[in-house]
């Protein structure tokens, strides 16, 4: 009985593991009750309604450990036989859990196809570490599986999830990112020799937007602009809307990059009139963001180069509310940061302590490296510009050489000016030439990495 309980889980129900054991139910609930006065489990509630816990980890590990191989795996595939023959709403919405005991089982194809439906709805409610997991696991399984066109398409179809979950828990431009950036490109490639189409077009424009996110946050400015202008062609070959927004969007950013502001916020104008909640905002998964929080972001800040202060607000208190609205983490994140920095564009300083403390408790209930990081720059920032010199000193030496880690050589960038301002705020014209040196580094970095 211990051992049937261990193989479904620390904690598991009355009616599982009775479905699963097959036992008269005096029989199951005399062993229950002899387990329980050995302290071995805990119960809540009364049979057939009862749940049962092992009292720690370590019982369950010692009576999962007395399986033998081939005992484990036939009772791990009974198990999932009964769940999904007598739990069908469990089985539909713990798929992470069925494909921990197909993996047990040793029914990895079946196994790797749940592992990527659980990492898919684990992205969709933002449990961004879960779903890196969950689709890590997926993509691994397939790998070591003999190949077939189904499969491929399923590898293809994870690897670019993978990369959106990434893209937040270790940041747009991380090593892992790329690597599993250009995994998704080579398995794409592969395909397209074996003359098998995708099944979905969006994921060849996910792809290239990882590479552009990448670029950007990098900041190659060549790069960018002409990826930019290869997803807008794309998107306009194929007239699909929601490619075509986040073309404008991205084209627009690239123009905001290289100082072309006007046309910069054309672009942006675009892609906003182009989209459409009811059927857009179901990309936010594919695309790192809500498309229209990312693009009032972006806009906002155009519009605040070009002088209109107010258009500039009012697009960031639009963009917070719909991130609020929407409910998904990483757009929210991303809204926060941005609206930070916004604010202090506008030099109005209140806001913004506030919205770096949800992003920085956002960001560590997610583990999302990068915001994480970006948010404590931030706060290094609102400390230069208020007259905290020596805390925005600290916090902003540490968060350029984890960004520079981080190969986000964008926010290094404007966390040296922030830098710069700190050290002539709090140290006088003493140490002018520091800050000096820090504008030269970010122009440095704004131009690509050369002078």
């Given at each position: 009985?211990?051992?049937?309980?261990?193989?479904?889980?620390?904690?598991?129900?009355?009616?599982?593991?009775?479905?699963?054991?097959?036992?008269?139910?005096?029989?199951?609930?005399?062993?229950?009750?002899?387990?329980?006065?050995?302290?071995?489990?805990?119960?809540?509630?009364?049979?057939?309604?009862?749940?049962?816990?092992?009292?720690?980890?370590?019982?369950?590990?010692?009576?999962?450990?007395?399986?033998?191989?081939?005992?484990?795996?036939?009772?791990?595939?009974?198990?999932?036989?009964?769940?999904?023959?007598?739990?069908?709403?469990?089985?539909?919405?713990?798929?992470?859990?069925?494909?921990?005991?197909?993996?047990?089982?040793?029914?990895?194809?079946?196994?790797?196809?749940?592992?990527?439906?659980?990492?898919?709805?684990?992205?969709?409610?933002?449990?961004?570490?879960?779903?890196?997991?969950?689709?890590?696991?997926?993509?691994?399984?397939?790998?070591?599986?003999?190949?077939?066109?189904?499969?491929?398409?399923?590898?293809?179809?994870?690897?670019?999830?993978?990369?959106?979950?990434?893209?937040?828990?270790?940041?747009?431009?991380?090593?892992?990112?790329?690597?599993?950036?250009?995994?998704?490109?080579?398995?794409?490639?592969?395909a397209?020799e074996?003359?098998?189409?995708?099944?979905?077009?969006?994921?060849?424009?996910?792809v290239?937007?990882?590479?552009?996110?990448?670029n950007?946050?990098?900041?190659?400015?060549?790069?960018?602009?002409g990826?930019?202008?290869?997803?807008?062609?794309?998107?306009?070959?194929?007239?699909?809307?929601?490619?075509?927004?986040?073309?404008?969007?991205?084209?627009?950013?690239?123009?905001?990059?290289?100082?072309?502001?006007?046309?910069?916020?054309?672009?942006?104008d675009?892609?906003?009139?182009?989209?459409?909640?009811?059927?857009?905002?179901?990309?936010?998964?594919?695309?790192?963001?809500?498309?229209?929080?990312?693009?009032?972001?972006?806009?906002?800040?155009?519009?605040?180069?070009?002088?209109?202060?107010?258009?500039?607000?009012?697009?960031?208190?639009?963009?917070?509310?719909?991130?609020?609205?929407?409910?998904?983490?990483?757009?929210?994140?991303f809204?926060?940061?941005?609206?930070?920095?916004?604010?202090?564009?506008?030099?109005?300083?209140?806001?913004?302590?506030?919205?770096?403390?949800?992003?920085?408790?956002?960001?560590?209930?997610?583990?999302?490296?990068?915001?994480?990081?970006?948010?404590?720059?931030?706060?290094?920032?609102?400390?230069?510009?208020?007259?905290?010199?020596?805390?925005?000193?600290?916090?902003?030496?540490?968060?350029?050489?984890?960004?520079?880690?981080?190969?986000?050589?964008?926010?290094?960038?404007?966390?040296?000016?922030?830098?710069?301002?700190?050290?002539?705020?709090?140290?006088?014209?003493?140490?002018?030439?520091?800050?000096?040196?820090?504008?030269?580094?970010?122009?440095?970095?704004a131009?690509?990495?050369t002078?």
């Open positions: 009985m211990a051992q049937v309980g261990a193989a479904i889980g620390r904690e598991f129900s009355h009616t599982l593991l009775a479905a699963a054991i097959a036992k008269p139910e005096a029989d199951l609930r005399s062993a229950l009750d002899r387990l329980i006065s050995a302290g071995l489990l805990f119960r809540q509630g009364l049979a057939p309604h009862a749940s049962y816990l092992f009292k720690h980890a370590l019982v369950q590990d010692a009576a999962y450990g007395t399986l033998l191989r081939e005992s484990r795996r036939a009772l791990h595939a009974r198990i999932v036989e009964t769940i999904e023959r007598d739990f069908s709403e469990v089985a539909e919405n713990q798929p992470e859990l069925l494909a921990r005991h197909c993996t047990e089982a040793g029914a990895l194809g079946k196994a790797a196809s749940l592992w990527g439906r659980a990492g898919h709805r684990s992205l969709e409610r933002s449990a961004l570490i879960e779903a890196a997991q969950q689709l890590s696991l997926a993509v691994h399984q397939i790998a070591n599986l003999p190949s077939t066109p189904a499969l491929r398409r399923e590898q293809i179809r994870f690897q670019v999830a993978l990369v959106n979950a990434q893209m937040h828990t270790n940041g747009y431009a991380a090593t892992a990112t790329k690597k599993s950036l250009n995994q998704a490109r080579l398995l794409m490639e592969q397209e074996l003359g098998e189409p995708l099944d979905d077009p969006l994921l060849l424009f996910s290239l937007f990882g590479f552009w996110v990448a950007f946050n990098h900041f190659h400015r060549d790069v960018v602009c990826l930019a202008v290869e997803f807008l062609g794309l998107a306009e070959k194929q007239k699909a809307i929601g490619p075509m927004i986040v073309a404008h969007r991205l084209v627009g950013s690239s123009l905001l990059l290289s100082g072309d502001i006007t046309k910069a916020r054309s672009h942006f675009q892609a906003i009139a182009l989209y459409d909640p009811m059927t857009h905002r179901l990309l936010a998964t594919r695309f790192g963001q809500d498309l229209r929080v990312a693009t009032l972001c972006s806009r906002s800040s155009a519009l605040w180069h070009l002088g209109y202060l107010e258009s500039a607000r009012h697009d960031t208190e639009r963009a917070l509310k719909d991130a609020r609205e929407i409910g998904q983490a990483a757009t929210l994140m809204a926060l940061f941005y609206a930070s920095g916004n604010y202090l564009h506008f030099r109005d300083y209140a806001p913004v302590n506030s919205l770096i403390d949800e992003l920085l408790l956002l960001a560590e209930e997610k583990s999302a490296a990068l915001w994480k990081l970006l948010g404590s720059c931030a706060r290094g920032a609102l400390f230069a510009v208020t007259g905290r010199g020596s805390n925005a000193v600290q916090m902003l030496e540490k968060g350029i050489a984890a960004l520079e880690a981080n190969h986000t050589t964008l926010g290094r960038a404007c966390s040296i000016n922030f830098r710069g301002d700190a050290i002539f705020n709090h140290d006088g014209q003493s140490r002018a030439s520091k800050r000096s040196r820090g504008f030269g580094l970010a122009l440095i970095d131009n690509g990495g002078a």
